[in-house]
């Protein structure tokens, strides 16, 4: 999995540890999780808002501030 998934992942759910002990508990747990992050992804891709600020290069702030 990709950072970024996991730090949303945690941001959104608090998913850093399970709350349940027992392997099926701890994977109904992560199945929940992951539909309601695709749920929050999708609303945000409906209504045309980002979810996190795009990560903006040195080279390319560089340049806007001498574009300016």
Do not use: C
Request: net charge positive.
């Amino acid at each position: 999995m990709h950072a970024a998934i996991f730090h949303q992942a945690v941001a959104v759910t608090g998913m850093r540890r399970a709350r349940y002990l027992g392997l099926q508990k701890t994977r109904l747990e992560h199945v929940f999780f992951a539909v309601a992050l695709n749920l929050i992804r999708l609303d945000a891709w409906w209504n045309s808002h980002p979810l996190d600020r795009t990560r903006v290069s040195h080279l390319a702030r560089l340049y806007l501030s001498l574009a300016a």
